[in-house]
């Protein structure tokens, strides 16, 4: 059983469409992330989210959004695709907030080629 | 403003011999460092961890060291295998926030 998950693996589309990625974790963790590797391998977080708490990056465009039905999952929406969107996504999930454990689990990633 | 840096992009190693990667931070507020290992088309998996307490961490063949007023960490692997070829991240948090470098790829070779 894969621990998280994340679908699509692969996602080719157009610039202006909106897109989302789906993220479960069958971990029972309490925090769940995004991080976006960009074309120079850097992992950047986007988001995290602590049951009802969402810490957003402020650097993160306001075209992306996260959507958590409940604590098993969290979604990323993403409006208004532009090309430097354009990356690999990876879901990520934590037993404590802020992962204090030092143990993030990360999902196999969902690359987006934005044309 | 990339607070967690791995200046090697790359790293090759012949098998049995000791594997060395490096990392440096510019952060002292880092309270926890952590080894990420990446295989491709893969999610980055936990190695290894330190507290910001300690100075060394051990875990069979992975021995992390850290060296808090040089603000550098260093992963060592011995003896290397060819399973171990992969790209390894350097991570470090601070509060809720995990900082990480951009990798450093390890080629073990037989």
């Known amino acids: 059983d894969t621990a998280v998950s994340q679908t699509p693996k692969y996602l080719v589309t157009q610039m202006g469409n909106d897109k989302s990625i789906k993220c479960e974790q069958n971990?029972?963790?309490?925090?769940m992330y995004w991080y976006k590797q960009d074309s120079k391998k850097f992992l950047k977080i986007m988001f995290s989210?602590?049951?009802?708490?969402?810490?957003i990056n402020e650097t993160v465009p306001n075209r992306f959004s996260p959507k958590s039905p409940d604590k098993a999952h969290l979604n990323l929406h993403i409006n208004s695709l532009e090309l430097g969107d354009s990356a690999v996504y990876f879901c990520?999930?934590?037993?404590?907030?802020?992962?204090?454990?030092?143990?993030?689990?990360f999902g196999e990633g969902s690359r987006l080629t934005v044309l | 403003d990339q607070q967690v840096k791995q200046n090697s992009p790359s790293l090759s190693v012949q098998e049995g011999r000791i594997s060395i990667l490096n990392c440096d931070y510019t952060?002292?507020?880092?309270?926890?460092f952590l080894w990420y290992k990446k295989y491709p088309a893969e999610g980055p998996t936990f190695l290894i961890s330190?507290?910001?307490?300690?100075d060394k961490n051990e875990d069979g063949r992975f021995t992390v060291f850290l060296n808090k007023s040089a603000k550098h960490l260093s992963l060592h692997i011995v003896p290397s295998q060819p399973g171990d070829s992969a790209v390894y991240f350097c991570?470090?948090?601070?509060?809720?926030?995990?900082?990480f470098g951009t990798g450093t790829s390890l080629t073990v070779i037989p």
């Open positions: 989210y602590n049951n009802k708490e969402l810490i």
């Open positions: 971990l029972g963790h309490d925090t």
């Open positions: 952060n002292s507020m880092f309270d926890y």
């Open positions: 991570a470090a948090i601070t509060g809720n926030q995990f900082y």
């Open positions: 990520a999930s934590s037993r404590t907030r802020g992962g204090l454990t030092g143990e993030l689990f």
């Open positions: 330190i507290s910001s307490i300690k």
